[in-house]
Nanobody, 125 residues
Framework: QVQLVESGGGSVQVGGSLRLSCVAS????????MAWFRQTPGKEREGVAA???????AYIDPVKGRFTISKDNAKNTLTLQMDSLKPEDTAMYYC????????????????????WGQGTQVTVS
């Protein structure tokens, strides 16, 4: 069983940056598909970025060029660097993991992932 704990959220001005981290425990994530999702009240959870089992990455169009997902297998940590933040990036951000293989140019859907963190709030104003 993989446990995921996110950190790094907070309040930032428009155009600012934040770096989210997700530390995994209980199992190595080196061969996991990992992703960041975000959710606002009343809306479905949206996949923002993913890093697949083979190391390739996928982003949704609104964050391309601004967000960077990366994984440090030695530290069992997933990171999301968020630059040029916009008010519409305001949401609760969640880390997700699954050992299954997945590929593609967009993040997998939320129901693909079996492991989730508790979330970290990002507010841009």
């Amino acid at each position: 069983q993989v446990q995921l704990v996110e950190s790094g959220g907070g309040s930032v001005q428009v155009g600012g940056s934040l770096r989210l981290s997700c530390v995994a425990s209980g199992h190595t994530i080196s061969h996991y598909c990992m992703a960041w999702f975000r959710q606002t009240p009343g809306k479905e959870r949206e996949g923002v970025a993913a890093i697949h089992n083979d190391g390739t990455t996928a982003y949704i169009d609104p964050v391309k060029g601004r967000f960077t997902i990366s994984k440090d297998n030695a530290k069992n940590t997933l990171t999301l660097q968020m630059d040029s933040l916009k008010p519409e990036d305001t949401a609760m951000y969640y880390c997700a993991a699954d050992p299954g293989p997945y590929g593609g140019s967009t993040p997998p859907p939320a129901d693909y992932f079996g492991h989730w963190g508790q979330g970290t709030q990002v507010t841009v104003s």
